[in-house]
């Protein structure tokens, strides 16, 4: 989950960042003049940790910095990138070959050969590596390059989405080797394959991104991008209003104000990225049965779509979205909050009404607290809702802004309205936000979920290749999920983006819940154009 990290030196840099940014782009060139097009400006909420694949940077591809083997296109298929085509599988699935695109360059000029495939894999798999992908790849025993040109993937099963993971970026072994990938300046001002290098990151500020002009596929359309941190919604959406930006991320509520302004287009993108609340299982109170399953009736998914997210989102009831071919229907409830229903489980929960209309068990009040970022004005809204609808039935919730340092501290002891998602295979995030193994491991699995039906179902659904036996295995999965109910999940979102008119090539594709500097509106923005 990338996440915004409005720190207190942010402010100051971002202050400044206002007349860097209006500098480079207030006054648009004219049309057809040598700099029209030349700089685009985007602003995004998140800041990534780090700009290295290896540590978890844009790795289902378009990080325009780096390449994998494989890239997805429009429709999100995956095609040729890195490779000269799409990888082979063997007939029982183990063995996966790649044949290298022959006259690739790094940044610094350096050739890309199979063992930069072979470093950046195995550097994954390191366990002296930081590395969050490595139990994405635990199926894969070894890596190797038979030729400068060829490499060879050897797993231990046949995992049906392994080319998927083929997305990774390829970092070069030639600057990287011998070094401390954790603490590598790499990771900050990294060399890739990329349409893009990177010029210049100002920490809370901004990344500055130059057209990498030996790009193997064709040389960028403009000279340079400027990507803006700007973690507070509203901010961003004046800003962008100001003039600042060519393309920036809103909330839907702040999108919908340009929808009749001239000179602008709203950009309203689907997705797989679902809002929850994640419920801590070590706490009296959420880690009650009762109390979680009466809240995911409780709650009137319906009103957040309209009221919130302005149309631009659907209910949620799980974490395999209702477009993808494993999306089990039965699992789907009613939108509308069902206050009889949730009021009985709590009844049969032995949670008892007190004179002020909040229930108790055993001397304990049905009371927690629901933590969001801040500067999110989206969870903000989702996080009160939660808490009215909660009041509805008797359950009493106090929501609370924060910076994600603080909450970072507290999110195995406090719910938090969290977002995840993914439009590709199910295995990817749901294998470690909902595995026991992952329990209490940062954003993984934060509430410390434990289910030996789920993890069965889960590890089965990445053993096995029968897609029959997949769609079974995430039926079961989802199933389990309504009966423990360790979220309360709320919406999918439409990512919504805001663009200056005049500027061609923008192709919206059914994105993740990452979407920040990789994976957003702007993953081909080395195609855009001016008018």
Not at 54 to 71: E, H, K, P, T, W
Not at 199 to 210: I, K, N, Y
Not at 315 to 322: L, S, T, V
Request: hydrophobic share 45%; net charge negative; aromatic share 8%.
């Amino acid at each position: 989950m990338v996440r915004s990290q409005p720190l207190p030196s942010r402010l100051v840099a971002a202050v400044t960042g206002v007349l860097v940014l209006a500098a480079c782009s207030a006054t648009p060139a004219a049309p057809g003049s040598s700099a029209a097009g030349a700089t685009f400006v985007v602003a995004t909420a998140g800041e990534p940790d780090t700009l290295n694949p290896v540590l978890n940077y844009g790795v289902d591809g378009a990080s325009l910095i780096f390449d994998g083997l494989v890239a997805r296109d429009a429709e999100n298929a995956l095609v040729p990138a890195l490779a000269a085509e799409l990888p082979t599988v063997s007939g029982d699935g183990r063995t996966v070959t790649a044949t290298l695109r022959s006259g690739v360059t790094f940044h610094d000029g350096s050739p890309l050969t199979a063992a930069d495939v072979v470093f950046t894999y195995r550097a994954v798999l390191d366990p002296k590596v930081d590395s969050t992908l490595r139990s994405d790849l635990d199926m894969l025993t070894a890596v190797t390059a038979p030729d400068p040109a060829t490499v060879v993937f050897s797993l231990k099963y046949a995992y049906a989405p392994f080319l998927q993971r083929l997305t990774l970026g390829i970092v070069p072994a030639g600057v990287l080797d011998g070094q401390d990938i954790n603490k590598a300046g790499f990771n900050r001002q990294p060399v890739g394959t990329g349409p893009y290098e990177v010029e210049s990151w100002t920490a809370g500020d901004r990344l500055v991104l130059a057209a990498n002009d030996s790009y193997w596929g064709g040389r960028p359309a403009n000279r340079k991008l400027i990507v803006a941190f700007v973690p507070d919604d509203n901010v961003r959406a004046q800003r962008m209003r100001a003039g600042e930006f060519d393309a920036a991320e809103l909330a839907p509520k702040l999108a919908a104000g340009f929808d009749n302004a001239a000179g602008y287009t709203v950009q309203r993108v689907s997705t797989a990225d679902y809002r929850g609340v994640m419920l801590p299982f070590g706490s009296a109170v959420t880690g009650d049965l009762a109390v979680r399953r009466a809240l995911s009736v409780g709650v009137d998914r319906a009103a957040m779509v309209t009221g919130i997210l302005a149309g631009a989102g659907e209910p949620a009831f799980g974490p395999i979205p209702p477009t993808s071919e494993y999306a089990d229907p039965a699992t789907v409830g009613r939108a509308s909050a069902d206050t009889a229903a949730a009021t009985a489980l709590l009844d049969a929960g032995g949670w008892v009404p007190g004179a002020d209309g909040i229930r108790a068990r055993a001397g304990v009040q049905a009371a927690f607290t629901l933590m969001y970022p801040a500067g999110d004005s989206l969870r903000k809204e989702l996080a009160l809702a939660v808490t009215a609808d909660a009041r509805k039935i008797g359950i009493k919730i106090s929501p609370e802004g924060l910076t994600w340092d603080a909450i970072d501290t507290r999110i195995t002891k406090d719910a938090l309205l969290m977002g995840f998602g993914t439009p590709y295979d199910p295995d990817f995030v749901s294998y470690k936000l909902f595995g026991s193994k992952f329990a209490g491991q940062g954003y993984f699995n934060p509430g410390s979920y434990r289910s030996p039906i789920a993890d069965k179902a889960l590890q089965d659904g990445r053993d096995q290749a029968d897609p029959a036996q997949r769609k079974a295995a995430y039926a079961t999965f989802q199933q389990q999920l309504v009966a423990d109910a360790p979220w309360v999940f709320l919406t999918y979102l439409k990512h919504t983006y805001v663009v200056k008119s005049g500027i061609t090539g923008v192709s919206p594709r059914v994105e993740a819940h990452e979407h920040d500097v990789a994976n957003s509106l702007w993953w081909n923005i080395h195609t855009w154009t001016r008018q």
